[in-house]
């Protein structure tokens, strides 16, 4: 396979929850970890811990977990409000797609943080901005290596039910769970809000950078 540019992998990146059940080779799940980890963090903090799920058990636990959170959340209450406009709808039916699927992905990776978020707002920020640039470079790799991905936070709902599991202390948080896998879609730019339609210049509101 041809190296990406960075810029194609930034502009083909989307959020793939169609995933073949290949396996990954082990040595691109660990190219994709260390990808990771040359994020920057807070203090050069490096507070993230990576936790790699391969194991088909292991992996029917944490789907069980999801099946039972999305079924309740996004069927029986998100899907069925009637709210959701036809491209929001899409998006969820999708997201079910994966939730129903989950243990098929070939790989899980749960992406963590040494202890736990202070109060107030700077420590909350700086807390979570800790792994976030981390799961960025993470998903960049995977596009990279042809691998699919996609964020999911679903699992915060039984976050303790999760830790148990795979036995993670106390003194850690479970931030990301992100599906890896060889995608059954096509890679493409994603549809996007226009660049001049959400960027400022020096004050807010104004559009004109001169």
């Known amino acids: 396979m041809n190296e990406l540019s960075v810029h194609e ?39 993230w811990e990576f936790l790699v799920v391969t194991d088909l058990q292991q992996k029917e636990r944490v789907a069980g977990v999801y099946r039972e959170l999305g079924n309740r959340i996004i069927k029986d209450d998100v899907l069925a409000s009637g709210r959701l406009d036809d491209d929001t709808e899409k998006v969820y039916k999708n997201a079910m797609v994966l939730v129903e699927n989950m243990q098929q992905a070939p790989a899980l990776v749960l992406c963590c943080l040494n202890g736990q978020a202070e109060d107030g707002e700077i420590y909350q920020s700086s807390y979570y901005g800790g792994i976030y640039p981390a799961i960025q470079n993470l998903m960049l790799a995977a ?48 549809k996007r809000r226009p660049q001049a339609e959400v960027t400022h210049w020096n004050s807010w509101g104004n559009r004109d950078a001169q």
């Open 9 to 47: 992998a930034i502009y083909t990146l989307r959020a793939m929850r169609r995933l073949k059940t290949d396996p990954i080779p082990e040595e691109d799940l660990c190219y994709i970890v260390e990808a990771a980890t040359m994020a920057c963090s807070p203090g050069n903090s490096q507070a």
């Open 143 to 190: 596009r990279a290596k042809g691998i699919g991905s996609t964020m999911t936070t679903l699992h915060k709902a039984r976050e303790q039910d999760v830790k148990d599991i795979f036995n993670i202390p106390e003194d850690v948080s479970t931030i990301a769970l992100i599906p890896l896998g060889y995608p059954e879609g096509r890679w493409g730019r994603p």
